[in-house]
């Protein structure tokens, strides 16, 4: 959770709270790669078959676990999902090229695709609100880049507390 958009690559133009595939705001457990790449969990999709990652529903929690255990909502599971990258900037910007399900994936896929719990999707989106508000206030001349880089930081620490 210390980790920070605003070190992170600038804004893209499409910026960083959309979906990869369907270009809508991630605003629900979801899947990331690295810290920027969000999928919504049916839209991260196989290539091959369309197989999305799937949540697992309460009817597929054993009986036991579902009548004990308070009421949750499950994580998305990409496990076994792979992806081949278009391009590799760093770990925390990978481009990807094609996604495959465990039954597909490729001699040269890489796992790496991690559950994200809407509360983390939450933080994530406040930190790109927050970035967003400090490019608009440089861009106005409201603030300078040294002064307000550490004060928006500050608040950024304080948000993820
Ligand atoms: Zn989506
Ligand atoms: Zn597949």
């Not at 369309?50 to 998305?76: C, G, H, W």
């Not at 930190?127 to 002064?147: K, M």
Request: charge should be positive.
């Amino acid at each position: 959770m210390g980790e920070s958009v605003l070190k992170g690559r600038p804004l893209t133009p499409r910026g960083l709270d959309e979906c990869q595939k369907c270009r809508k705001t991630v605003e629900e457990d979801c899947i990331r790669l690295g810290l920027f790449e969000r999928w919504h969990a049916p839209c991260l999709q196989c290539a091959e078959c369309d197989q999305a990652a799937s949540i697992l529903e309460d009817a597929q929690l054993p009986p036991d676990a579902e009548s004990r255990a308070p009421k949750r909502r499950a994580l998305p599971r990409p496990d076994g999902f792979t992806y081949v990258a278009s391009n590799f900037v760093s770990p925390n910007a990978i481009e990807v090229a094609h996604i495959f399900c465990r039954a597909h994936g490729q001699r040269n896929s890489v796992s790496g695709f991690e559950a994200v719990s809407r509360l983390e999707q939450f933080a994530f989106l406040l930190n790109v609100a927050l970035r967003r508000l400090w490019d608009h206030l440089r861009h106005a001349g409201v603030i300078t880049a040294a002064s307000g880089r550490s004060q928006i930081e500050g608040l950024v620490r304080v948000s993820l507390i």
